[in-house]
């Protein structure tokens, strides 16, 4: 992937991704949370599960230039 400028389109989907996952933290902790140590648990596996995919996803969409060599990496 080469590097590219970031388009409007693309700050607006990373915000839209961001607000998803916020949305369904809130969602998820407010119905399990209360439930005890089973719904805690539930609750722990779709926060890092959600992390995990939120990660991966900007990882395989973003690419970095270095300021000072120009060189371009993915993480």
Request: net charge positive.
């Amino acid at each position: 992937m080469a590097y590219r400028e970031p388009t409007r389109e693309n700050q607006a989907r990373t915000v839209l991704h961001l607000i998803i996952y916020t949305a369904v933290l809130t969602v998820e902790a407010f119905f399990l949370i209360p439930g005890g140590a089973p719904g805690a648990a539930v609750s722990a596996v779709i926060f890092v599960a959600g992390a995990f995919l939120l990660i991966r996803w900007h990882a395989t969409n973003t690419t970095y230039r270095c300021r000072l060599c120009a060189h371009e990496f993915r993480i």
